[in-house]
């Protein structure tokens, strides 16, 4: 059975710090790329990130670049974000989600990942 499940949300202020992690179970974690998205009410899920599955490739959208780091552990099967310099804007629902294979060009595609999270709700107060 397959399982992913993010943690880590939580009520931080604006220019503060979070660390989410996504721990995965039931699929070979490490034949996998892993991509984070995020979603706020109203709005279509956006990509934030990805990264390969031996972490050699990361890709970031411009709205996070320089604030947002990826990172995984094969080893404990978890998929990390760290999140620094937070805005209002990084308010919303955050998934991590399971691509088979490496990111490709398409690792901003939604529809290419087969496996998702339920999500963990970051409120950045400004």
């Known amino acids: 059975q397959v399982l992913v499940v993010e943690s880590g949300g939580d009520l931080v202020q604006a220019g503060g710090s979070l660390r989410l992690s996504c721990s995965a179970s039931?699929?070979?974690?490490?034949?996998?790329?892993m991509g984070w998205f995020r979603q706020t009410p109203g709005k279509d899920r956006e990509v934030i990130s990805a990264?390969?599955?031996?972490?050699?490739?990361?890709y970031y959208t411009n709205l996070v670049k320089g604030r947002f780091t990826i990172s995984r552990d094969n080893a404990k099967s978890t998929l990390y974000l760290q999140m620094n310099d937070l805005k209002s804007e990084d308010t919303a629902m955050y998934y991590c989600?399971?691509?088979?294979?490496?990111?490709?060009?398409?690792?901003?595609?939604?529809?290419?990942?087969?496996?998702w999270g339920q999500g963990t709700q970051v409120t950045v107060s400004s």
């Open positions: 039931g699929f070979t974690f490490d034949d996998f790329a």
């Open positions: 989600a399971a691509k088979a294979g490496s990111c490709g060009a398409n690792w901003y595609s939604e529809s290419r990942y087969s496996y």
């Open positions: 990264i390969s599955p031996n972490s050699a490739t990361t």
